[in-house]
Structure formats: structure tokens, C-alpha cells
């Protein structure tokens, strides 16, 4: 057994040990430089969440999170006025919206699945398979002013009038003012992002089941601590890349260097029997284009997956249970016949941790037992990140 970095009972009894020793006790604060912060910020995290990163030209402030929030769940925020953020990520579902593919404001569908916001702030790079996307404020331009597809319509000749409808509201006034204070004109789209990036970094979900366990005070079914095991040791391999304290081998976090180019190609497809995957979807191959990163994407963070429904970045598995028989088959085969045939476990760029595993099927109940086990509550209901049209 080779216990992953940050998880497993190891791990969790040592740093029980110094909790007690520092006296974290419970919803300890992880030790966070000032310089990262602003200074009416605290992050409100267990003692094995490292402290994020922040960009030190947009530090935290808990008026740019609310100003976020209030922007997050504001329609206005788009060219025709029928979409937000949330439009495509709802809380109760973690952020993510359900669907295989989302409609942006002018009906035209994304190539991928919605993906969960929280935790985003410990992600090098951001979406699916976008080496090149590096932050949170590049990221949210993307969904604002986008063209393939569309998703909020924002565009040089609308921007003026949306920025406009803000200013004409005396509370949105008063909230960019707040955020902003040094800034004599605050409500321009630049602080507009920054504090949508602002509110993202501030959801942070760390009250699962799991993290309960972890700090002792919950117990796991023998089922979801044998799922764990299986999670954590070379049997089933998932912590290579499910890593760390949110369950991805792409974690950044302050105080270390990004490491932002660790993509994964699972055996998903194999279209040409040469390893090739459906365009628009191939992965990191349509950023560099190279033949190496065909079928490449990010492990996705697997908090809150239970609620994520459904997997994989074009959403084509239904449930948990789907997805672990294909990771104990070591890729996917779909028939001739069916769309997209091909047997992805022959694909030439799998990656080698993607073996045939195996897991009997009781194993892999208990695999999806410990997935659910990761559902945090309090992100799913919290007013703190909730629509401010129903918790002001
Ligand atoms: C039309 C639906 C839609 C809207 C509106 C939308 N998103 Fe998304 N969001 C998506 C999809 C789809 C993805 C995955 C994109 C991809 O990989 O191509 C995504 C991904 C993300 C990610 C990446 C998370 C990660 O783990 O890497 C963040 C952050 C995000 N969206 C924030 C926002 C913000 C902020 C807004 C508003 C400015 C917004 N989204 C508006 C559909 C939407
Ligand atoms: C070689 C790296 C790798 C290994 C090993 C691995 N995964 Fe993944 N996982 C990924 C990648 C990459 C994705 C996203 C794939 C995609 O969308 O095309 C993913 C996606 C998932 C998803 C879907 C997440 C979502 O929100 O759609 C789940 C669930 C999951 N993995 C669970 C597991 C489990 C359980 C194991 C162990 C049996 C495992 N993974 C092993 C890389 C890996």
C-alpha cells in the first residue's frame, strides 16, 4: 500500500496528533501568509487545506466575495439578459448543472460539461483541457464574452449598457464602491471579474462526510472505508491522479509553483483505432494540436461528485457505478454500431494507470460508497454561497 499525499487514515491520525499539539480544533484555519490576503479575509478551512493562492493583484476581500456572489447570480451579466453564472452552475447541484452540455444565453450548446466551482482556487489550470487557461479572472472572460459558443453574450457594443444598468443600482453602487474603495470609477467589467474570481476562491467545500472522518468526528460504513483503501492503493490506482486534499493531481496552492500540465488520457474513445477522440472534444490536443495529447483532460476534483451527475467532460456517463465498471474494464469499448464506436481500452495514448483492474463487484460498490461519501452539505445550502435574491 502506498498512501496518497494528504489522505487516508495514515495521514489523518498524524495530523490529529499535531491539531492537538497547535490546537486547531474545529474548522481550524490553515496558517495563511497575510501578504495573500486582504485583511477582513479568513479562510474557513480544515487543517489539511493548504492556503490558496492568491493573485496579489485581486487579494481577498469579503466585500469582493459578496460583490461576486451578487454578480454570480446576476442575469444582467449578459448581452440579452436571460443568463448568469448561474444559469449553467447551481449550488444544490455543487455548482455543476445536471446536464450533459449546457445552452448559453442565445441557445447555442458548449462542447462540455458544466464543471463544479468550488475548490476552483486550487486548480493550476482551469476547465476540462486548457493548459493555456491559468487563472480564475482569465477563465470568467470566457463564459462573459465568448463566441464558440456563446454563453452570456457579452460584447463590446452591450457592454456599455450593462455596465450602465449596474450603475443605475444604488446597492450594486454601494457594493463595487466597498469592493473597490481606491478605485474613483469601480464598475467597469476588469472589477467586475475580479470579483466574480474573488467570490469563486472563497467557495471552498471541505465539510464532507469524509473531511468529518478526517478530523474524527464521523465514522465511515465498512463499505466506504474499504472503498477508500481500494481508492488509495495500487489495486485500483485512482489517487495518482485523484490526489491530494481535492482529489487532483492538478493542485496549486500558495507557496508552491503551479504545476498545471498534468492532463490524462482515460481510454474514453478510440474512434479511428488510432486513438482518436470526437472532435470538438480531444482534449488538450485542440490547445497544442500535438498527437501526444489526443483524449488528454484534467482529473477532475471527485468532491461532490455524487451530486455532479452526469461524468466526464461530455457528460456520457449516467452514474458513479457506470464510471467505476469503466476504470475496472481499463477504458471504454462502445459497439459497433453506436455513435462514437471504438474500443477505448486499446487506445494508444491511455494512460498506463488505466490497467484492467480487478474489482469484484461488491469492490465496486464499495468504491462508489467512499465517492458519496464526499457530498458536502454545507456547500450545497449554504446562504454564504447561495443566490442573494433568496439570502440577501
Ligand atoms: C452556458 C453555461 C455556462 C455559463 C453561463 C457559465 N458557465 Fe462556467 N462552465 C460551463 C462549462 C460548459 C464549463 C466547462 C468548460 C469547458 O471545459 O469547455 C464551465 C467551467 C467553468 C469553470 C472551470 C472550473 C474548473 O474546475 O476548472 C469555472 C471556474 C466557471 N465555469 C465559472 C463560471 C463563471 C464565473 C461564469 C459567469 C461569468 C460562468 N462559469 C458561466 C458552463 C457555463
Ligand atoms: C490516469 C489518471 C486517472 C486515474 C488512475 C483515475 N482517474 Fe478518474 N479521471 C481522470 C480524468 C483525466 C478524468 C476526466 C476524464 C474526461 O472527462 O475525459 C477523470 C474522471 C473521473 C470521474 C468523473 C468526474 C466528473 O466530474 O465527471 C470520476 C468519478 C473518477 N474519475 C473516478 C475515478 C476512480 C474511482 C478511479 C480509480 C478506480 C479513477 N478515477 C482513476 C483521471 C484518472
Known sequence: MRPSLLLGGVFSAAVLASCVLIGCGGGGTSAIDPALSSGNWKWAMPFYFPAPFVPADNLMSEEKFQL?????????????????????????????????????????????????????????????????????????????????????????????????????????????KAAFPADPAPITMPNIIKALASF?????????????????????????????????????????????????DQTTFAGILPQGNLFHNTGLYNIDGLGGFPAPNRGV????????????????????????????????MKTLTEVVAFYAAGGRNIPVGQPNAGDGRLNPYKDPLIPRINLTLAEQADLVAFLNTLTDNNLLTSPRFADPAVFP
Open 68 to 176: 461576486g456572489r451578487y454578480l454570480f447570480y446576476d442575469k444582467k451579466l449578459s448581452g440579452n439578459g436571460t443568463t448568469a453564472c448561474a444559469s449553467c452552475h447551481f449550488q444544490n447541484l455543487a455548482f455543476t448543472d445536471g446536464k450533459a452540455v449546457s445552452t448559453g444565453s442565445t441557445g447555442q450548446l458548449t462542447a462540455r460539461s458544466a464543471m463544479p466551482i468550488a475548490n476552483s482556487v486550487y486548480h493550476p489550470t482551469l476547465t476540462w483541457a486548457r493548459p493555456d487557461l491559468v487563472s480564475l479572472e482569465q477563465q470568467a472572460a470566457v463564459p462573459i464574452y465568448g463566441t464558440n459558443p456563446v454563453e452570456m453574450g457579452v460584447t463590446a457594443a452591450n457592454e456599455p449598457t450593462i455596465l450602465a444598468l449596474f450603475a443605475a443600482n444604488a446597492g450594486y453602487v454601494a457594493r463595487f
Open 200 to 248: 469563486e476562491r472563497g467557495v471552498i467545500s471541505a465539510s464532507s462526510k469524509y473531511d468529518l472522518w478526517n478530523q474524527g468526528l464521523a465514522t465511515l460504513t465498512p463499505s466506504e472505508l474499504n472503498g477508500l483503501t481500494l481508492f488509495n492503493t495500487e489495486k485500483a490506482e485512482c489517487f495518482h491522479c485523484h490526489a491530494g486534499h481535492n482529489f487532483s
Open 285 to 316: 490536443f485542440e490547445t497544442t494540436a500535438a498527437p501526444a495529447d489526443m483524449g488528454k483532460f484534467r482529473a477532475q476534483t471527485l468532491r461532490n461528485v455524487g451530486v455532479t451527475a452526469p461524468y466526464m467532460h461530455d457528460g456520457s
